[in-house]
């Protein structure tokens, strides 16, 4: 992925509702609304989900006579426009031999242009003043720019060059430095990261020959070296034409305007001959695989689990999705309560179901405490489902789980270009745009009955793949009777990269019905809508400064105290981090998983976190929930529990990550950047401490750095969304009574 730092192997998936698929049907100049009001029954808290808000994202859907899906969404709530165009083309179109190239493609078509020239689109968008990158998934590759909207034609202008007049300037040389970037890619976020393998491991057991998410969508280093300027022209012509795009502009656009420039500049672009897309065999596993790898990196022992499952939009994967949140997704889930808390095998355990176009996987992931025996951690993973069918789904927890996934939707909106994704999104894989609605409905209306049924159906006692990633060296810590995984290890070699020049493709595409060597101008200078920021001082000198904002039903809010790391003795740091994690865990008058229950009963997120040069809490919650999301966050703020177990965990939790940094390239370097920057001051540290450190540290020293750092006078409470100033002071009355300045 572009520009992209890599992220953790196998991290949460973000969830994509699941649902039926419906026939694309295009049609021009239809209006539709995106409506995302659904009510839900049952709340066990007031107003927690029954819901009578509205919010709709209007747009508007055309094809050009070329087969361009165009989708245009009105937001003039700041002068900018989100571009986004989406090819259906991922590596699932790729064949075995040849992997890896829908991702390379994905790079040399940021380079050049006929007419937009060397450095292509990122030179003109640093010119415009724009954010610009791509991403490439196993089902469709996109590119996407952030411009203020006078630079709009000129984007689209660069778009469509890029469609319709790219290829020809790719050469060999053009293709084999693009090769060098793709593959140091794939040594820094894949071969040199810890478990960096695992899906791989995972995708050759669960799909079959011949399935296209048998292979990884960065490819293999061999398919890699053998692509050629022939294979780029191939790929070309057979998935980029303007009938396998969607393209999608949300924004402070006019429409009329928008589409002139639209048929003016993609309009005379020819469409391709529709190219077949063969039937993926099956996903069944007629027995449980066992693997095992000794990582070079990791230095804690990894366990996935995964089974085969269902395609987006299949009616059972909005309960598969909810199942995923119910078995780890808070402290009173029952995998929670067992790896965790009563076991203590591990500090973070999570599950996620990634539906995707062809093929699903539900997986569940545990980084086990240094020596564990995954067979023991594995034992822990069948008494969490043993509890689940003892205890089955209280309707509490599935009320939770709703609260949060609709808050969740909304906060995906938030943004023109989030509406502009998730307008492609569904126009491409659901068939229509306005889905978004359909697909919040079903998974809100899953029950209880729904989640037990997809749990005995595709995970109880069903063939699964089991991958043990365990330390170098330490072998016997995997899963008993495991395989060892066929792993592909690239020598390192220094130097290894080739030197050569560049040489940019000449010929050009005879002239059409306007000379597109010519740049479009500016259009007129935006009017800077600043939002009115509104202050007031409370009692207790907080300072509180905030933006009202009722494009979405959201309020987003952040206590921001200074301090942080720099607050904390140079050879003890850590201590501001460690009372962060600690915070969430419970208050005076509330267990953790009571004070869990009623954070995710009102649909909030909430996190708390010490770092470098300050200590905050922040979160966001739907506006008709604010008042109440205040009360938790004051008990949290002046109630702290402190523990002594829940210190110990979290103790554990931070530990675990000072160990997975310490064998993480990028975080080596980063902290060694920081040594050379900062030198003998405390902002050189790490703030997570160090092993020594938070090992020693006590919960009187928590104590402590909460009586002395979290204290109003130097604090301020910024609060953006759907409250007026009153609306949005008011539920901070009795914080500004309780909380004081301390001497």
Not at 276 to 291: F, G, N, S, Y
């Amino acid at each position: 992925m572009r520009k992209e730092a890599p992220t953790l192997p196998n991290a949460q998936h973000a969830k994509v509702l699941g649902g039926i698929p419906q026939a694309p049907a295009f049609a021009r100049a239809l209006a539709f609304p995106l409506a995302l009001a659904v009510a839900l029954t049952g709340a066990c808290a007031p107003d927690s989900t029954a819901t009578g808000d509205t919010f709709d994202v209007p747009f508007e859907r055309f094809e050009l006579d070329n087969g361009l899906e165009v989708i245009l969404h009105v937001d003039d709530s700041d002068p900018l426009a989100a571009v986004a165009m989406t090819f259906h083309v991922g590596s699932a179109r790729e064949v075995e031999g040849r992997t890896g190239f829908a991702h390379l493609f994905e790079h040399l078509f940021f380079l050049d242009s006929e007419n937009l020239g060397p450095g292509g689109l990122d030179r003109l968008m640093t010119r415009v003043g724009s954010s610009t990158n791509g991403s490439t998934s196993r089902d469709r590759t996109n590119y996407f720019e952030v411009v203020p909207i006078d630079g709009l034609e000129k984007t689209l202008w660069a778009e469509a060059d890029k469609l319709g007049f790219f290829i020809n300037t790719v050469t060999e040389s053009v293709v084999a430095k693009e090769k060098q970037v793709v593959k140091n890619e794939k040594r820094q976020g894949v071969d040199n990261r810890p478990y960096g393998h695992n899906e791989y491991v995972i995708d050759r057991a669960m799909y079959p020959e011949g399935h296209p998410y048998r292979w990884q969508v960065i490819g293999s280093l061999a398919d890699l070296d053998a692509a050629t300027v022939a294979d780029a022209k191939e790929f070309h012509a057979r998935w980029y034409g303007p009938n396998n795009a969607t393209l999608v502009v949300a924004g402070d656009i006019d429409v009329d305007q928008t589409m002139a420039w639209i048929e003016k500049y993609f309009g005379e672009i020819p469409s391709r001959p529709t190219p077949e897309v063969a039937e993926p065999p099956e996903v069944r596993l007629a027995e449980t695989r066992r693997l095992y790898h000794e990582d070079n990196f990791g230095n804690l022992p990894l366990l996935t689990l995964s089974w085969p499952s269902v395609p987006r939009y299949h009616a059972d994967a909005y309960a598969l999705d909810v199942l995923s949140d119910l078995l780890t997704d808070g402290r009173s889930t029952p995998l929670y309560k067992v790896l965790v808390e009563e076991e203590e095998l591990t500090s973070q355990v999570t599950t996620y179901h990634s539906a995707q176009e062809l093929a699903g996987q539900f997986n569940f992931q545990a980084l086990a405490f240094p020596g564990t025996d995954l067979d023991d951690l594995l034992a822990a993973v069948h008494a969490g489902f043993a509890r689940l069918e003892e205890q089955g789904i209280p309707d509490a927890e599935l009320q939770r789980v709703k609260a949060g996934t609709e808050t969740g939707f909304y906060r995906g909106l938030s943004s023109a270009i989030g509406k502009a994704f998730q307008l492609a999104d569904y126009a491409i894989f659901a068939g229509d745009p306005g889905y978004a609605g359909e697909d919040l409905r079903r998974i809100l209306a899953v029950s209880a009955e729904d989640v037990m049924r997809v749990y005995e159906t595709y995970l109880k006692d069903r063939p699964h793949v089991a991958t043990s990633f365990v330390p170098r060296g330490q072998a016997e810590l995997a899963l008993e009777g495991s395989e060892r995984a066929e792993v592909v290890i690239e020598p390192i070699v220094q130097g290894a990269e080739a030197e050569f020049t560049v040489v940019r493709g000449e010929e050009r595409t005879p002239a059409g019905a306007f000379d597109r060597s010519v740049e479009p101008p500016y259009g007129a200078s935006p009017r800077v809508r600043a939002p009115e920021v509104w202050r007031e001082t409370l009692a207790n000198g907080l300072s509180v400064l905030g933006v009202e904002d009722r494009e979405t039903p959201m309020v987003q809010f952040e206590l921001s105290l200074r301090g942080g790391m720099l607050l904390e003795e140079p050879g003890r740091t850590g201590v501001a981090n460690l009372l962060a994690e600690t915070m969430l865990e419970g208050t005076a008058n509330r267990t953790p998983e009571e004070l869990e229950q009623a954070i995710d009963l009102l649909g909030a997120s909430l996190s708390v976190s010490g770092g470098s040069t300050g200590f905050t809490v922040s979160g966001s919650v739907l506006a008709r929930n604010y008042n109440e999301t205040m009360a938790l966050v004051e008990e949290i703020l002046l109630e702290p529990r402190f523990d002594p177990e829940r210190f110990e965990l979290a103790r554990q939790r931070v530990m675990n990550v000072i160990r997975r940094l310490d064998a993480n390239p990028s975080a080596i370097a980063s902290q060694a950047f920081d040594r050379l920057l900062y030198g003998d001051h405390i902002l050189a540290r790490n703030r997570f401490g160090t092993l020594e450190s938070v090992a020693a540290f006590t919960l009187d020293d928590l104590r402590a750095y909460h009586a002395t750092a979290l204290v109003p006078g130097p604090a301020a409470f910024l609060v953006a969304g759907a409250v007026s100033p009153d609306e949005a002071t008011a539920p901070l009355a009795t914080l500004a009574a309780r909380w004081e300045d301390r001497p």
